[in-house]
């Protein structure tokens, strides 16, 4: 018969694996947008980010319906520091969700160059911890194979999108499949 010792042990045990699965089942996935080549299209012509501004991904407010209607969070990982111009852009040509409330969140990052800390950035936002956990529930939309390593670091999925016409419902589908198959909360 187990001492009482071991058995309180395996007690402690299956409740930390009860809470843990918990943790991982309250766990919303998450859809990050890059801005440039993502959701707005600029193209080899435009020589200024402002000759861009009406050209908006043809797809892109349909994904972030989708990304909505799934019931994932939303989040933006931009490299651009025109915080005036991104944030016009965003709100004027997407609106809801991504308004005013969402442009002053923790978020929308901007002006990091280095994607691992906006993705902690957006952990920390949404009010969870920088583990695998969290970030196997987030799916990145970004046309920069540059930024592969930093999803890798973060074990981020990384969904490359096509410059030339930004995110579309298939990169969406391609990543709600990777999010099914490694987000615990699914």
């Known amino acids: 018969m187990p001492s009482m010792g071991r058995r309180a042990a395996a007690a402690a045990a299956l409740i930390l694996l009860h809470a843990a699965a918990a943790y991982v089942a309250a766990l919303k996935p998450t859809c990050?947008?890059?801005f440039d080549e993502t959701l707005k299209l600029c193209g080899p012509v435009a020589e200024k980010p402002e000759e861009c501004n009406t050209s908006k991904a043809p797809a892109g407010r349909e994904v972030i319906d989708a990304c909505v209607a799934a019931g994932y969070n939303i989040a933006m990982a931009t490299a651009s520091c025109?915080?005036?111009y991104v944030?016009?852009?965003i709100t004027e040509q997407f609106g809801s969700p991504l308004?005013?409330?969402f442009v002053n969140s923790g978020c929308f990052t901007y002006c990091e160059v280095d994607k691992e800390f906006s993705l902690d950035k957006i952990a920390d936002c949404q009010g969870e911890p920088r583990d695998d956990a969290t970030f196997q529930c987030f799916m990145?939309?970004?046309?920069?194979?540059g930024n592969l390593n930093a999803t890798r670091k973060r074990n981020v999925h990384f969904v490359k999108v096509d410059p030339a016409v930004g995110v579309t419902m298939s990169d969406f589908e391609?990543?709600?499949?990777?999010?099914?198959a490694n987000c615990g909360a699914m």
């Open 174 to 180: 391609r990543g709600q499949a990777a999010l099914r």
């Open 82 to 84: 025109k915080y005036d």
């Open 87 to 89: 944030t016009k852009f």
């Open 140 to 145: 990145l939309f970004d046309d920069s194979w």
């Open 99 to 101: 308004d005013r409330d």
């Open 32 to 34: 990050v947008f890059d």
